[in-house]
């Protein structure tokens, strides 16, 4: 799992959304994304450079979006997380699965990894 020190909620989504579309459609373009996450093209733009700056995508002007090993490992970490609580929520807590889904997108963002870690052992 990736160890540094977490991103925003907002970013880690792009980064899981990239993850995400690039193992369904292969080529991830800023339309993509936007589409995904309900928001303007400039706000994906701004945040890809945000990203890049961290090392986290690589995009060429007006291109397709990929992640770095770095960014790969880091939305790797971030679904981990989600999928583990949503197992929790829906499995040991009985939510239905469209709330646990909203709580598990919340919680993916904030919990420990030694919480984490307890929730599997």
Known sequence: MYDATRLSPSMEDYLE???ELSEKEGVVRV???AARLKI???SVAQALN???DLKLVTQDRYGPVWLTDKGRAYA???RRRHRI???FLTEVLGVDPHTAERDACQM???ISSTTLEHLLA
Do not use: P, Q, S
């Open 108 to 110: 993916e963002h904030v």
């Open 85 to 87: 609580l949503m197992h």
């Open 31 to 33: 339309t993509d994304i």
């Open 76 to 78: 790797t970490a971030v």
């Open 50 to 52: 945000n990203l890049k």
């Open 40 to 42: 303007a093209k400039a």
């Open 17 to 19: 959304t990239i993850l």
